[in-house]
């Protein structure tokens, strides 16, 4: 899960603007995280060795 957040200075203009600033944000916020997704440099690499569960099994 992801937050973000509103600095508190521009809390009050988001009470007057709210459809129009939120918008705003939920656009580059989204551009931001679909950017993240696209760059391998970002992603969490894979495990290395064998899965925990098959670490666990008594050997045959």
Same mark, same amino acid.
Do not use: N, Q
């Given at each position: 899960?992801? !937050? +973000? !957040?509103? =600095?508190?200075?521009? #809390?009050?203009? +988001?009470? #007057?603007?709210? #459809?129009?600033?939120?918008?705003?944000? +939920?656009?580059? !916020?989204?551009? *931001?995280?679909?950017?993240? +997704?696209?760059? =391998?440099?970002?992603?969490? =690499? /894979?495990?290395?060795? =064998? /899965?925990?569960?098959? *670490?666990?099994? /008594? %050997? %045959?």
């Amino acid at each position: 899960m992801l !937050t +973000f !957040t509103v =600095p508190e200075s521009l #809390r009050g203009l +988001f009470l #007057r603007s709210d #459809r129009i600033l939120y918008k705003a944000l +939920f656009a580059a !916020t989204s551009g *931001a995280v679909k950017d993240l +997704f696209v760059d =391998p440099k970002h992603l969490i =690499p /894979p495990a290395r060795g =064998p /899965p925990l569960s098959s *670490a666990l099994l /008594p %050997e %045959e």
